[in-house]
Protein backbone atom coordinates (compact mmCIF):
# COMPACT_ATOMS: atom_id res chain seq x y z
CA UNK A 1 0.00 0.00 0.00
CA UNK A 2 1.10 3.90 -0.68
CA UNK A 3 1.62 5.62 2.77
CA UNK A 4 0.89 9.13 2.95
CA UNK A 5 2.59 11.24 5.07
CA UNK A 6 1.58 14.81 5.95
CA UNK A 7 3.56 17.70 7.25
CA UNK A 8 3.21 19.52 9.87
CA UNK A 9 1.10 17.53 12.13
CA UNK A 10 -0.92 20.46 13.35
CA UNK A 11 0.16 24.65 12.88
CA UNK A 12 -1.13 27.49 14.46
CA UNK A 13 -1.71 30.81 12.09
CA UNK A 14 -3.80 33.94 12.11
CA UNK A 15 -6.89 35.16 9.85
CA UNK A 16 -5.90 36.88 7.20
CA UNK A 17 -2.55 34.79 6.84
CA UNK A 18 -1.15 32.41 4.58
CA UNK A 19 -0.25 28.74 5.24
CA UNK A 20 1.20 25.74 3.43
CA UNK A 21 0.37 21.69 3.90
CA UNK A 22 2.34 19.25 2.49
CA UNK A 23 2.13 15.53 1.98
CA UNK A 24 3.82 13.14 0.33
CA UNK A 25 3.98 9.92 -1.17
CA UNK A 26 5.72 6.95 -0.88
CA UNK A 27 6.03 6.11 -4.35
CA UNK A 28 4.95 8.24 -7.48
CA UNK A 29 1.55 8.89 -7.97
CA UNK A 30 1.53 10.97 -10.92
CA UNK A 31 -1.20 14.01 -10.01
CA UNK A 32 -3.86 11.16 -8.40
CA UNK A 33 -3.78 13.33 -4.98
CA UNK A 34 -7.15 15.15 -3.38
CA UNK A 35 -7.29 16.90 -0.18
CA UNK A 36 -10.00 17.34 2.05
CA UNK A 37 -11.12 19.69 4.68
CA UNK A 38 -12.91 17.76 8.19
CA UNK A 39 -14.45 20.06 11.08
CA UNK A 40 -14.63 18.35 14.53
CA UNK A 41 -18.12 15.82 14.34
CA UNK A 42 -18.89 16.59 10.62
CA UNK A 43 -17.48 14.43 7.47
CA UNK A 44 -14.86 15.55 5.31
CA UNK A 45 -15.92 17.63 2.50
CA UNK A 46 -13.34 17.39 -0.52
CA UNK A 47 -11.62 20.52 -1.47
CA UNK A 48 -9.33 19.79 -4.06
CA UNK A 49 -9.04 16.29 -6.74
CA UNK A 50 -6.08 15.94 -9.23
CA UNK A 51 -3.55 17.48 -7.13
CA UNK A 52 -4.93 20.78 -8.35
CA UNK A 53 -8.58 21.03 -9.47
CA UNK A 54 -11.30 22.99 -7.54
CA UNK A 55 -14.35 20.87 -6.22
CA UNK A 56 -17.29 23.27 -7.38
CA UNK A 57 -18.14 25.74 -4.64
CA UNK A 58 -14.34 25.64 -2.87
CA UNK A 59 -13.82 29.30 -2.38
CA UNK A 60 -10.27 30.37 -4.51
CA UNK A 61 -8.35 31.31 -1.43
CA UNK A 62 -7.51 26.86 -1.57
CA UNK A 63 -4.09 26.05 -4.05
CA UNK A 64 -3.32 22.26 -4.47
CA UNK A 65 -0.17 21.61 -6.53
CA UNK A 66 2.40 19.06 -7.13
CA UNK A 67 3.18 15.73 -9.02
CA UNK A 68 5.06 12.65 -8.11
CA UNK A 69 5.59 12.26 -4.74
CA UNK A 70 5.30 16.47 -3.36
CA UNK A 71 2.39 18.07 -2.92
CA UNK A 72 1.04 20.89 -1.23
CA UNK A 73 -1.91 22.78 -0.18
CA UNK A 74 -2.25 25.88 0.28
CA UNK A 75 -4.58 28.35 1.89
CA UNK A 76 -4.21 32.70 1.67
CA UNK A 77 -6.67 35.12 3.75
CA UNK A 78 -7.29 32.54 6.11
CA UNK A 79 -11.07 32.78 7.34
CA UNK A 80 -12.00 31.93 10.36
CA UNK A 81 -14.10 28.81 9.06
CA UNK A 82 -10.70 27.63 7.41
CA UNK A 83 -9.51 26.16 10.77
CA UNK A 84 -9.91 22.54 10.40
CA UNK A 85 -8.43 19.08 9.84
CA UNK A 86 -7.04 18.95 6.38
CA UNK A 87 -6.54 15.01 4.89
CA UNK A 88 -4.45 14.31 1.77
CA UNK A 89 -5.87 11.13 -0.38
CA UNK A 90 -4.08 9.00 -2.75
CA UNK A 91 -6.27 7.47 -5.69
CA UNK A 92 -3.60 6.27 -8.23
CA UNK A 93 -3.40 2.63 -6.94
CA UNK A 94 -5.22 0.63 -5.25
CA UNK A 95 -6.23 1.04 -2.63
CA UNK A 96 -6.73 4.57 -1.77
CA UNK A 97 -4.64 5.69 1.47
CA UNK A 98 -5.05 8.48 3.15
CA UNK A 99 -2.39 11.10 5.11
CA UNK A 100 -2.80 11.35 9.00
CA UNK A 101 -3.60 14.85 8.90
CA UNK A 102 -2.81 18.37 9.73
CA UNK A 103 -4.72 20.42 12.17
CA UNK A 104 -5.02 23.92 11.52
CA UNK A 105 -5.27 26.05 15.01
CA UNK A 106 -5.88 29.56 15.09
CA UNK A 107 -3.00 32.01 16.42
CA UNK B 1 -28.71 16.72 -4.99
CA UNK B 2 -26.61 13.37 -3.61
CA UNK B 3 -27.43 12.55 -0.38
CA UNK B 4 -25.98 9.33 1.85
CA UNK B 5 -27.00 8.66 5.12
CA UNK B 6 -25.51 5.46 7.14
CA UNK B 7 -27.31 3.72 9.61
CA UNK B 8 -26.81 0.94 11.80
CA UNK B 9 -26.38 0.09 15.45
CA UNK B 10 -24.73 2.65 17.67
CA UNK B 11 -22.84 -0.54 20.11
CA UNK B 12 -21.68 -3.53 19.43
CA UNK B 13 -20.43 -6.28 21.37
CA UNK B 14 -17.08 -7.89 20.97
CA UNK B 15 -16.64 -11.02 18.31
CA UNK B 16 -20.39 -9.83 17.26
CA UNK B 17 -20.90 -9.44 13.03
CA UNK B 18 -21.47 -5.22 12.51
CA UNK B 19 -23.90 -4.52 9.64
CA UNK B 20 -24.54 -1.37 8.24
CA UNK B 21 -26.74 0.11 5.48
CA UNK B 22 -25.79 2.96 3.15
CA UNK B 23 -28.96 4.70 1.66
CA UNK B 24 -28.31 7.34 -1.08
CA UNK B 25 -30.17 9.45 -3.62
CA UNK B 26 -29.02 11.66 -6.25
CA UNK B 27 -26.88 9.01 -8.56
CA UNK B 28 -27.48 5.40 -9.96
CA UNK B 29 -24.90 3.14 -8.84
CA UNK B 30 -25.22 2.31 -11.97
CA UNK B 31 -24.01 4.85 -14.09
CA UNK B 32 -20.56 3.76 -15.66
CA UNK B 33 -17.76 4.58 -13.44
CA UNK B 34 -19.80 5.21 -10.19
CA UNK B 35 -18.07 3.67 -7.01
CA UNK B 36 -19.18 3.56 -3.41
CA UNK B 37 -17.30 3.10 -0.66
CA UNK B 38 -16.77 2.83 2.85
CA UNK B 39 -14.15 4.53 5.45
CA UNK B 40 -13.70 4.72 8.78
CA UNK B 41 -12.51 6.73 11.33
CA UNK B 42 -11.04 5.70 15.01
CA UNK B 43 -11.41 8.84 17.52
CA UNK B 44 -9.47 11.29 16.96
CA UNK B 45 -7.13 9.69 14.79
CA UNK B 46 -6.99 9.69 10.38
CA UNK B 47 -9.58 8.44 7.99
CA UNK B 48 -9.23 4.56 6.70
CA UNK B 49 -10.31 3.20 3.52
CA UNK B 50 -12.56 -0.18 4.44
CA UNK B 51 -14.17 -0.90 0.87
CA UNK B 52 -15.94 -0.58 -2.51
CA UNK B 53 -18.57 -1.45 -4.99
CA UNK B 54 -18.60 -0.14 -8.25
CA UNK B 55 -21.01 0.54 -10.65
CA UNK B 56 -20.87 -3.41 -12.55
CA UNK B 57 -21.21 -4.95 -9.09
CA UNK B 58 -17.43 -5.72 -8.62
CA UNK B 59 -16.14 -5.58 -4.72
CA UNK B 60 -12.50 -4.31 -3.45
CA UNK B 61 -11.52 -4.33 0.15
CA UNK B 62 -8.87 -3.08 2.42
CA UNK B 63 -6.15 -5.89 2.37
CA UNK B 64 -5.88 -5.11 6.12
CA UNK B 65 -9.45 -5.86 6.70
CA UNK B 66 -10.51 -7.87 3.62
CA UNK B 67 -11.48 -11.08 5.31
CA UNK B 68 -13.74 -9.24 7.41
CA UNK B 69 -15.67 -7.65 5.01
CA UNK B 70 -18.47 -7.65 2.73
CA UNK B 71 -20.14 -4.78 0.93
CA UNK B 72 -23.13 -5.64 -1.28
CA UNK B 73 -25.46 -3.47 -2.98
CA UNK B 74 -29.57 -3.44 -3.88
CA UNK B 75 -29.87 -1.23 -6.63
CA UNK B 76 -33.46 -1.18 -6.40
CA UNK B 77 -33.53 0.68 -3.21
CA UNK B 78 -30.69 2.76 -3.47
CA UNK B 79 -28.51 1.06 -0.56
CA UNK B 80 -24.78 -0.42 0.34
CA UNK B 81 -24.70 -2.20 3.01
CA UNK B 82 -21.17 -3.52 4.69
CA UNK B 83 -20.81 -6.12 7.36
CA UNK B 84 -17.49 -6.46 9.95
CA UNK B 85 -16.89 -9.74 11.31
CA UNK B 86 -15.36 -10.16 15.23
CA UNK B 87 -15.89 -7.21 16.15
CA UNK B 88 -12.89 -5.40 18.40
CA UNK B 89 -12.77 -2.45 20.65
CA UNK B 90 -10.15 -1.14 18.11
CA UNK B 91 -12.73 -1.05 15.57
CA UNK B 92 -14.97 1.88 17.94
CA UNK B 93 -14.89 4.35 14.72
CA UNK B 94 -17.30 6.55 13.04
CA UNK B 95 -18.42 4.83 9.62
CA UNK B 96 -18.88 6.53 6.42
CA UNK B 97 -20.42 5.83 3.16
CA UNK B 98 -19.15 8.24 0.10
CA UNK B 99 -19.86 8.47 -3.29
CA UNK B 100 -16.34 7.42 -5.20
CA UNK B 101 -15.71 9.19 -8.64
CA UNK B 102 -13.97 7.29 -11.61
CA UNK B 103 -11.09 9.14 -10.86
CA UNK B 104 -11.00 8.07 -7.27
CA UNK B 105 -12.20 10.90 -4.90
CA UNK B 106 -15.00 10.87 -2.80
CA UNK B 107 -17.26 13.90 -3.39
CA UNK B 108 -19.83 13.44 -1.45
CA UNK B 109 -20.32 12.11 2.30
CA UNK B 110 -23.13 10.47 4.24
CA UNK B 111 -23.00 12.30 8.13
CA UNK B 112 -21.46 9.01 9.24
CA UNK B 113 -22.28 7.07 12.38
CA UNK B 114 -20.43 6.34 15.55
CA UNK B 115 -20.00 2.56 16.21
CA UNK B 116 -18.78 1.96 19.80
CA UNK B 117 -17.43 -1.41 20.29
CA UNK B 118 -17.57 -2.53 23.82
CA UNK B 119 -19.27 -5.07 26.60
Known amino acids: DIQMTQSPSSLSASVGGRVTLTCRAS??????LNWYQQKPGKAPKLLIY???NLATGVPSRFTGSGSGTHFTLTITSLQPEDFATYYC?????????FGQGTKLEIK | QVTLKESGPALVKPTQTLTLTCSFS??????????LSWIRQPPGKALEWLAR???????YYSTSLGTRLTISRDTSKNQVVLTMTNLDPVDTATYFC???????????WGQGILVTVSS
Open chain 2, 98 to 108: AREETRGYFDS
Open chain 1, 27 to 32: QTISKS
Open chain 2, 53 to 59: IDWAGDK
Open chain 1, 50 to 52: GAS
Open chain 1, 89 to 97: QQSFVFPPS
Open chain 2, 26 to 35: GFSLTTDGMC
